[in-house]
């Protein structure tokens, strides 16, 4: 499990995909009971257009892989086409 002892540390934060993609930050986080159930992340301008013009994404807590200086989520997790995935990777190049 991961913990954090303050969410305004993590707000700010910046975001890569398990593949090492930036994604974007994080905004702010969905709490339940007093543990957080899912983060919304402010997407990167390039991933935009991959997803359709969204400026944000939810993401399911179980899907962050870790938690520190910055968050590494799956990229199974997003939102994103796969003909998309290409457009992403020559982004980055």
């Known amino acids: 499990m991961l913990k954090i002892k303050k969410l305004s540390e993590v707000v700010g934060k910046r975001v890569f995909t398990d593949a090492g993609e ?16 899912s983060w919304k992340i402010g997407v990167d301008r390039g ?20 938690i520190g200086d910055i968050f590494i989520i799956n990229k199974s997790a997003l939102p994103i086409r796969e003909d998309a995935e290409d457009l992403m990777e020559e982004d980055t190049n």
């Open 47 to 66: 991933i935009m257009s991959i997803l359709g013009g969204a400026r944000g994404v939810i993401v399911p807590h179980q899907f962050v892989k870790a």
């Open 22 to 37: 930036f994604f974007g930050e994080i905004e702010e986080a969905s709490l339940v009971d007093n543990k957080v159930e």
